[in-house]
């Protein structure tokens, strides 16, 4: 009872941030208390700004309150320490169901804290204490508690295993040497141990080597996944805006083929009516005087009617002929043959197109099962042969470009300065770089030729940062360019800030092979013959742009591979 009193205890006086008992107990304004430092470390922890609360009750304060030492609680928990929490601290360090038991203790067993490999038992802290303080004990081999200690005894023989038979892979004993397993070879468990352990170490680096790998190409994928999806996306708004522009057309024309019709008709209407009109007034006229005509043939006095005769009205030719020529048309039908003709052509048209469209669309394909075969000699390099210029608003100020903006030289301010006005391409701070004008996507290939001191030749997206000095700024030196540095004694390949020692022959002049899409990036030394200096397998997501970076009194130009070399 005075047992499970003092456990209540000492979880009433245990703060609740660290559970162990209070150190130096601070009270805060809503009643709780804790260790002045863990209450400390948690309001200075990142996670609270200015607002500062109770962990237990969430209970806010503001402004920060001040913390003062309970003596009260502390000079409870001194007394506490001294009766109950020692008994409750004895109650931990005796074996539960799931801890391994010390094999010495009689009674009530304390937990084992080490396993002896020689002894072939489990100890707890005081009765291990021989095993650091005798001589002959030192020697033996401890370990973590373990159950398991019998499985190290020979079933057979009764005696400790020390020895591993490799012909027939199982651990023996040094009995077993000179019974069943005589003749076998035999070595020491420790040894065996050693070499597999050096094996599995091997293999555990090409596990994690593999790992990462395959977390690179997931980390590809995803990237491939959002580009497909961001493309696909784009090709349908593109599309539909197309479509409706065509559709839109259509529209226009067909309102305006209507508007035409009903012109014409209206016209033609207007014509035809305007004769009819005339007719009928005539043939008014005709019937009135065909009245009087009428009229007169019936008089039967003769002096009458040669009386009246002159004044008859005389009639006038007609102004139009006896019959009204109607045209063999067929009025609007043309109209119709004529919009069926368009209606044909249009699909004739989009037959053809639809088949390319399709075409390009299947055309899509960006897991490569094979890269296409890459050029063997420099005539199939020069097959790809890119126009390449630089760039002069990513010229450093330092950089005269001269020969077309193809040659790039490093000059002095005070020798000569070539005046480029501010631009936020342009590369500054101590990289003397730029990049070329033109993109490059698909197979592309190029020479650059340098003198002097050095160059680094380059490719890089467009959105590697320009302004300032850090290494963001220099090609070979992040994750958006690759470079070869060539000096006069030694080439090094630099990509994300990792440089590679390249052997090769010297040269100054160095070609470029990009086979943008099979993610393939080749440097070569040209001197009458090429020899492949580094090559690149990986995945580029952007269009790429050459690049050059001219060291001190050296110039370097893009070689334009059009004029016979």
């Not at 030492?69 to 169901?97: R, S």
């Not at 958006?480 to 990509?495: A, E, I, N, P, V």
């Not at 040209?526 to 001219?550: C, D, E, K, N, W």
Request: proline share 4%.
């Amino acid at each position: 009872m005075a047992q499970k009193r003092n456990r209540m205890d000492s979880k009433r006086i245990s703060c609740s941030i660290c559970l162990d008992p209070l150190k130096d107990p601070v009270t805060i304004p809503c009643g709780h208390s804790y260790c002045m430092n863990c209450i400390k470390d948690f309001w200075d922890g990142k996670h609270q700004r200015r607002i500062h609360s109770c962990p237990q009750c969430r209970k806010e304060f503001i402004p920060r309150p001040g913390l003062e030492k309970n003596f009260m609680l502390a000079e409870l928990v001194e007394d506490l320490k001294k009766t109950g929490l020692q008994a409750a601290a004895a109650d931990h360090c005796y074996a539960g169901p799931e801890d391994v038991a010390c094999d010495v203790c009689t009674g009530r067993k304390r937990k084992a804290v080490k396993s002896c490999l020689v002894c072939l038992a489990s100890y707890c802290k005081n009765h291990l204490q021989p095993h650091y303080d005798v001589s002959g004990l030192k020697k033996h081999k401890l370990v973590n508690p373990s159950k398991n200690l019998q499985e190290n005894i020979c079933s057979r023989h009764d005696e400790v295993m020390k020895i591993f038979c490799r012909t027939d892979q199982q651990c023996i004993c040094y009995l077993c040497t000179m019974d069943e397993h005589k003749g076998h070879e035999t070595v020491p468990a420790a040894a065996e141990r050693a070499e597999k352990q050096k094996k599995l170490q091997e293999s555990q680096q090409q596990i994690h080597q593999r790992i990462q790998d395959r977390e690179k190409d997931v980390k590809l994928l995803q990237q491939e996944v959002e580009a497909i999806n961001v493309s696909a996306d784009k090709a349908v708004e593109d599309s539909e805006k197309i479509f409706t522009e065509l559709i839109h057309l259509l529209q226009k024309r067909s309102s305006e083929v209507k508007q035409q019709i009903r012109s014409q008709q209206e016209t033609e209407v207007s014509r035809v009516k305007d004769v009819r009109k005339k007719l009928e007034q005539e043939i008014t006229e005709l019937k009135r005087k065909d009245a009087k005509l009428e009229q007169l043939s019936h008089t039967e006095d003769h002096n009458q009617f040669l009386l009246n005769y002159p004044s008859l009205p005389t009639l006038r030719e007609s102004t139009h002929s006896s019959r009204v020529n109607i045209r063999p048309l067929r009025h609007f039908e043309d109209v119709a043959a004529a919009v069926a003709e368009l209606r044909d052509k249009l699909q004739d048209v989009l037959r053809d197109t639809w088949t390319n469209i399709k075409l390009k669309i299947t055309e899509v394909d960006v897991l490569l099962s094979e890269p296409d075969r890459e050029p063997k000699t420099r005539d199939e390099f020069l097959k790809y042969s890119a126009e390449i210029t630089l760039d002069p608003n990513t010229a450093h100020k330092n950089l005269l470009l001269s020969n077309g903006n193809r040659k790039a030289t490093r000059v002095k301010q005070n020798q000569f300065y070539q005046f480029y006005p501010d631009h936020p391409g342009r590369f500054t701070g101590f990289w003397f770089q730029v990049l070329s004008k033109e993109s490059l996507t698909g197979r592309c290939y190029w020479e650059v030729e340098w003198r002097e001191g050095g160059v680094y030749v380059a490719v890089s997206y467009k959105n590697i940062s320009r302004a300032g000095e850090s290494a963001e700024c220099k090609f070979g030196f992040n994750d958006k360019s690759w470079s070869l540095r060539c000096d006069t004694k030694s080439y090094t390949f630099y990509h994300s800030n990792i440089g590679t020692p390249v052997p090769g022959p010297f040269s100054s002049r160095i070609g470029v092979y990009l086979d943008h899409r099979a993610g393939i990036l080749s440097f070569y030394s040209i001197s009458g013959t090429m020899t492949l200096l580094h090559r690149v397998q990986t995945r580029f997501t952007q269009p790429l742009h050459a690049g050059i970076y001219v060291f001190d009194r050296s110039c370097s130009e893009i070689v334009d591979l059009n004029i016979q070399q």
